[in-house]
């Protein structure tokens, strides 16, 4: 069974920064795509940025240039490095990844993040 364990939130002054990590319990080469997503309080969750197994990567328009998402293959885990948070970053933060074959969606269990003014 995949497990996706997300760490590193918690609660940082406005314009502060935070990396989070997600360290997987496999090979994350055998994901085509990983993923951070993140969901605030009545709201839908939403992708804040992702990375194919080329290494390519994409961001929601709102974190590009202060948010950037990498990997280190040796250690099975991902990262999201935060700068110059905002309080609309203010969120739970998911790991998300995706397999080809057989087609699965995983998910880890959620970090907070919490912007103070």
């Known amino acids: 069974q995949v497990q996706l364990v997300e760490s590193g939130g918690g609660l940082v002054q406005l314009g502060g920064s935070l990396r989070l990590s997600c360290a997987a319990s496999?090979?994350?080469?055998?994901?085509?795509?990983m993923g951070w997503y993140r969901q605030a309080p009545g709201k839908q969750r939403e992708m804040v940025a992702t990375?194919?197994?080329?290494?390519?990567?994409n961001y929601t328009n709102s974190v590009k240039g202060r948010f950037t998402i990498s990997r280190d293959i040796a250690k099975n885990t991902v990262y999201l490095q935060m700068n110059s948070l905002k309080p609309e970053d203010a969120a739970l933060y998911y790991c998300?990844?995706?397999?080809?074959?057989?087609?699965?969606?995983?998910w880890g269990q959620g970090t907070q993040v919490t912007v103070s003014l």
């Open positions: 496999r090979d994350i080469l055998n994901f085509f795509l």
């Open positions: 998300k990844g995706e397999t080809y074959s057989p087609r699965n969606n995983y």
């Open positions: 990375i194919t197994y080329y290494g390519s990567t």
